[in-house]
């Protein structure tokens, strides 16, 4: 979902740039993503990001990351919203003419 088509910014909270600010402070300008070794991404942050996908503001939720991290986070949860909303697949029976 793009920001031209959602109302994400209208439900932040009135404080919103000082959160901003204390993410950035805590993360000290780094990325917070956990690579798989453990550590830290080494890039610097662009974007504060909701851990969890929802209206949870909480500074615990909260964490920055670099772009990289962030659109692989985003694409990630754009393919799972789609599969949502994809209907089930029927299973299909077998034909009785079928060889097996």
């Not at 990325?31 to 830290?40: K, N, P, Q, T, V």
């Not at 942050?45 to 772009?67: F, P, T």
Request: overall charge positive.
């Amino acid at each position: 979902m793009s920001w031209e088509t959602s109302d994400r910014r209208e439900r932040l909270p009135g404080d919103w740039k000082q959160r901003v600010k204390k993410v950035w402070a805590r993360a000290k300008g780094q990325c917070e993503w956990r690579l798989d070794s453990g550590a830290r991404c080494p890039r610097k942050g662009a974007d504060v990001d909701h851990i969890r996908n929802d209206d949870n503001h909480s500074m615990g939720n909260l964490r920055l990351l670099c772009r990289h991290h962030h659109d692989k986070k985003t694409q990630r949860e754009a393919r799972f919203g789609k599969a949502k909303k994809r209907p089930a697949k029927r299973r299909e029976e077998e034909s009785p003419g079928r060889l097996r």
